[in-house]
């Protein structure tokens, strides 16, 4: 099993920015490849970044390409979202993910999930 905490949302003004941290627990993420969701209410939960397991790969939703960038440390056992550069519709609970399959950007592939931090980007 692996356990999952977020770390790092909160309230920003648009433009600004925000670094979301992820730290694991019960087994060594260094095999599992990491990612990030957002739900906003009554929408589904949808796919932002994801990186392999060693880190030399990435993937991005086009909605957030060229401002959001996702970053690993395994010796710590930790994923970063660095989001930048921030927008109103950027407003979600973002949810940590682990042990997902490469290439695909459904939630339902995802085996190991965080309880989520709140995001909220004003006007």
């Known amino acids: 099993q692996v356990q999952l905490v977020e770390s790092g949302g909160g309230l920003v003004q648009a433009e600004g920015s925000l670094r979301l941290s992820c730290t694991a627990s019960g087994r060594t993420i260094g095999n599992y490849h990491m990612g990030w969701f957002r739900q906003a209410p009554g929408k589904e939960r949808e796919f932002v970044a994801a990186i392999s397991a060693r880190g030399y790969m990435t993937s991005y939703a086009d909605s957030v390409k060229g401002r959001f960038t996702i970053s690993r440390d395994n010796a710590r056992s930790t994923v970063y979202l660095q989001m930048n550069s921030l927008k109103p519709e950027d407003t979600a609970v973002y949810y940590c993910?682990?042990?997902?399959?490469?290439?695909?950007?459904?939630?339902?592939?995802?085996?190991?999930w965080g309880q989520g931090t709140q995001v909220t980007v004003s006007p």
């Open positions: 993910a682990a042990d997902l399959r490469w290439g695909s950007r459904s939630y339902s592939t995802v085996n190991y």
